[in-house]
C-alpha cells in the first residue's frame, strides 16, 4: 500500500513561484507513473503533469510554466510552478498509478491520491 503527502502549498502573487512536494511510502516507488492534478472551487479535478518512466506529460495550460521531477531515491516528487496566474488557484493533489497499462493523463488512471495542499495566487 501507498501513503501520499503533499506540502509546499500557499499563498502567493501572481508571477511568483512556489515548489510542490509529494512524499511517498513504499518500496516500489521507481515503477509507479506519479502525476499532479489541481481542483479549483466548483471545478473538476484536472490533470497538471505526469512523471511516467523517463516520459514526462503536462497539461497545455502549464507547459513552458510548471515543471515535474522526481527523486526516486527518496520516494519523493515534485512540482516546480513559476510565473503562477490567479487561474493556477487550487487544491493540488499527488497521485500514484501503480499498476500497468498506465494512462498518465487520466484521472481515473490513479489508484492512490494524497490529500491536497492549497495553492491561492492572488493579482
Known amino acids: 500500500q501507498v501513503h501520499l503527502v503533499e506540502s509546499g502549498g500557499g499563498l502567493v502573487q501572481a508571477g511568483g513561484s512556489l515548489r510542490l512536494s509529494c512524499a511517498a511510502s513504499g518500496r516500489a516507488f521507481n515503477t509507479y507513473c506519479m502525476g499532479w492534478f489541481r481542483q479549483a472551487p466548483g471545478k473538476e479535478r484536472e490533470f497538471v503533469a505526469a512523471?511516467?518512466?523517463?516520459?514526462?506529460y503536462y497539461a497545455d495550460s502549464v507547459k513552458g510554466r510548471f515543471t515535474i521531477s522526481r527523486d526516486n531515491a527518496l520516494n519523493m516528487m515534485y512540482l516546480q510552478m513559476n510565473s503562477l496566474k490567479p487561474e493556477d488557484t487550487a487544491v493540488y493533489y499527488c497521485?500514484?498509478?501503480?499498476?500497468?497499462?498506465?494512462?498518465?493523463?487520466?484521472?481515473?488512471?490513479?489508484?492512490?491520491w494524497g490529500q491536497g495542499t492549497q495553492v491561492t495566487v492572488s493579482s
Open positions: 497521485a500514484a498509478d501503480r499498476f500497468l497499462p498506465f494512462r498518465p493523463t487520466a484521472l481515473g488512471g490513479y489508484d492512490t
Open positions: 512523471s511516467s518512466g523517463d516520459r514526462l
